[in-house]
């Protein structure tokens, strides 16, 4: 006995509700980042811009800082999501035509940290700061 009862069906039920989940996240991730753009922007300041340049006041400057110091943590959670259903996927595709080793090693692929890339960001591969 191989362990494995999969519904290739059901799995795409489920991988096709994960999907759209996924496009609901995304949408709310936009509005988060401008959501937060605008209370930055509307925080007030301490004092007057010079040079042209905008003022920043110290909670407009705490919610920027924050949005970096989260933005990978944010990506991170849409490509684990792509991942595992991609996983899913091949594994299931491997389980249908009867490669039960494939299938193993694409569901095993599937649960390694995807890497996310920042541009002008090194460091942050894994998914841990």
């Not at 301490?46 to 040079?51: P, T």
């Not at 110091?69 to 792509?82: K, P």
Request: hydrophobic share 45%.
């Amino acid at each position: 006995m191989t362990g494995w009862d999969i519904s290739p069906s059901g799995v795409s039920s489920v991988t096709s509700l994960v999907g759209l989940a996924m496009d609901d996240v995304a949408k709310d991730v936009k509005a988060y980042g401008e959501n937060l753009k605008s209370a930055a922007a509307s925080a007030g300041t301490l004092g007057e811009a010079s040079c042209g340049s905008d003022a920043t006041g110290p909670i407009g400057a705490a919610l920027t800082l924050f949005a970096q110091e989260t933005a990978h943590d944010v990506l991170f959670l849409g490509a684990r999501a792509a991942k595992s259903v991609n996983g899913a996927h091949e594994a299931t595709t491997f389980y249908v035509i009867g490669d039960l080793h494939m299938a193993t090693i694409a569901q095993f692929r599937s649960l390694a940290a995807p890497v996310v890339d920042l541009p002008g960001v090194g460091g942050k591969q894994d998914g841990h700061k």
